[in-house]
C-alpha cells in the first residue's frame, strides 16, 4: 500500500533551539543526537545557527556538525540565521533550507538580533536573494505577546508576516517565545493568518500541548517541536523550553493523524538527550512514556 505525506509535519528544532540553552556540546554528540531525530523519522530538522559563538557558545562549530551529517536519508536540514553574513556561512556550509528570525516585539527584535524589524526586513531580502532557489522560512517571535510591550495585536502580528512574504519568505512561522499563547490568543491569530503556517509553541505556563490541540482542530498542519520539550531564549528571562516532540506525536497518534515520527525512536533519542545534556528532560512523556505502556493499578 503506498503511504501518503503525513497529516502533520514537524520540524524538529532541538539541535539548535534546544541546545542553545545548555552547555556546550561537541560537534560528535550534537551529530549524534540529530542522526537518532533522523532516525526516529523527522524529516526537517533545525540542525544548527550560524551566530557569533561568543553570544550563543552552545552553536559553535556549525559548519562542521552540517559537513558530519548523512546527506542521504531524505532529512532537510535547516540553519537559522540573523543576517547575511550568517546566510553565506550556512549556504556555503550547505544548509538546506534557512530560518531567518525577527520579532513583532520591537525591544526583543533589538535584543535578539541587534536590530530594528525595518533592518531585520531589509536583512531578509538580502538572504532571500543569496539563497537563490532554497527555502527561506520568516520566523516571527513574540507572536502572541512580548515580555517587554504586553500583548501584540493579532492585526499587527499578521502586517508584519505579510511584508516578511513580500521581502522573500517562502513560509512562515509564528513563535510563542515566552509562552505567552492561549487557546484564544491562538484562535484569534490565525483568524489573522490562516491555518497555513508554522506554529512554534514554549511550555513556560504549561499551555504549549493544549495550544497545539487548538491549532490542529483550527486546521494548522505544521509545528515545530523540540526533544524532550528542551530549549529556550537567552534574550527573554523566564522563558521555558519548547513543546516537546514526542508529546505533540503523542498525541497525534492517539488523534489519528499521521506524523511520520515513530514515538518509540523518539524517546530514544529523548533518552540520548538527556543524557548528553546530563539533567532531566522537562517532557512528561519522556518522563513517564506513553499511555499504552502504563501498569495497572
Not at 540553552?21 to 542522526?35: F, K, N, T, W, Y
Not at 487557546?183 to 506554529?199: S, T
Not at 482542530?217 to 523540540?226: A, C, E, I, P, Q
Amino acid at each position: 500500500m503506498r503511504v501518503g505525506p503525513p497529516a502533520v509535519r514537524i520540524r524538529e528544532v532541538g539541535p539548535r533551539d534546544g541546545l542553545q540553552a545548555e552547555a556546550p556540546l561537541g560537534v560528535p554528540d550534537r551529530i549524534r543526537l540529530i542522526a537518532a531525530l533522523a532516525a526516529a523519522g523527522l524529516r526537517e530538522i533545525e540542525a544548527v545557527a550560524f551566530v557569533s559563538p561568543a553570544v550563543v557558545p552552545a552553536m559553535a562549530g556549525a559548519a562542521e556538525v552540517l559537513a558530519g551529517l548523512d546527506r542521504g536519508s531524505g532529512v532537510v536540514y535547516v540553519a537559522l540565521v540573523p543576517n547575511l553574513k550568517g546566510a553565506e556561512l550556512a549556504l556555503e556550509a550547505g544548509a538546506e533550507a534557512l530560518d531567518v528570525t525577527m520579532s513583532a516585539s520591537p525591544e526583543y527584535n533589538g535584543r535578539n538580533i541587534g536590530q530594528t524589524i525595518e533592518q531585520s526586513l531589509r536583512g531578509l531580502r538580502s538572504i532571500r536573494a543569496a539563497a537563490g532557489d532554497l527555502p527561506v522560512d520568516a520566523t516571527i517571535s513574540c507572536s502572541f505577546g512580548s515580555p517587554y510591550e504586553g500583548d501584540i495585536e493579532p492585526a499587527a502580528v499578521a502586517s508584519l508576516a505579510a511584508q516578511a512574504v513580500e521581502a522573500g519568505a517562502t513560509s512562515l512561522t509564528f513563535a510563542d517565545t515566552t509562552g505567552m499563547a492561549t487557546p484564544r490568543r491562538v484562535e484569534e491569530l490565525v483568524a489573522a493568518v490562516g491555518p497555513r503556517v508554522r506554529l512554534h509553541f514554549h511550555e513556560t505556563r504549561g499551555t504549549g500541548l493544549v495550544n497545539a490541540y487548538t491549532a490542529l482542530h483550527l486546521g494548522v498542519r505544521d509545528f515545530d517541536t523540540s526533544i524532550g520539550g528542551l530549549g529556550g531564549s537567552p534574550f527573554a528571562a523566564g522563558a521555558a523550553g519548547n513543546l516537546a516532540t514526542e508529546a505533540l506525536v503523542h498525541l497525534l497518534d492517539d488523534e489519528g493523524l499521521a506524523s511520520g515520527v515513530s514515538l518509540d525512536r523518539l524517546l530514544e533519542a529523548a533518552a540520548l538527550a538527556q543524557s548528553l545534556i546530563g539533567h532531566a528532560l522537562p517532557s512528561p512523556v519522556a518522563a513517564a512514556g506513553p499511555r499504552s505502556r502504563l501498569a495497572p493499578a
